[in-house]
């Protein structure tokens, strides 16, 4: 029904496929260096533990332990995690590769 077509689009909003991820990340906000766990990671974004004394609208610097280096935005925080867009560049797919967390056989 339309109904559940709308309200299935209305929940996922993701424009990229979302992966758990294994690995760290150093996350750079406000002079501070913070090394921290990925929790899941997209061509678009990463979700990290939650970072405190951030708001919607702050950037940070996301370095991977490649070296590679993204500036993002935080668009979302709980309780437990912080969300982060990367802006502009996004993260290719084979890189994403490195992170993923092996899944259970």
Avoid: C
């Avoid at 992966?19 to 990290?48: K, P, T, Y």
């Avoid at 990367?86 to 490195?98: E, G, H, S, T, W």
Wanted: charge should be positive.
């Amino acid at each position: 029904p339309e109904i559940v077509r709308e309200s299935v689009a209305k929940i996922d909003k993701r424009v990229h496929e979302r992966f758990e991820a294994a690995g760290s990340v150093r996350v750079e906000i406000g002079g501070r260096a913070l090394d921290l766990e990925l929790v899941d990671l997209s061509e678009g974004g990463a979700r990290v533990p939650m970072l405190s004394g951030v708001a919607s609208g702050d950037r940070v610097k996301v370095t991977f332990p490649g070296g590679e280096v993204l500036s993002a935005v935080v668009v979302w925080q709980s309780s437990t995690a912080t969300g982060l867009k990367f802006d502009p560049v996004q993260m290719k797919k084979a890189n994403i590769m490195r992170y993923r967390r092996a899944e259970a056989a």
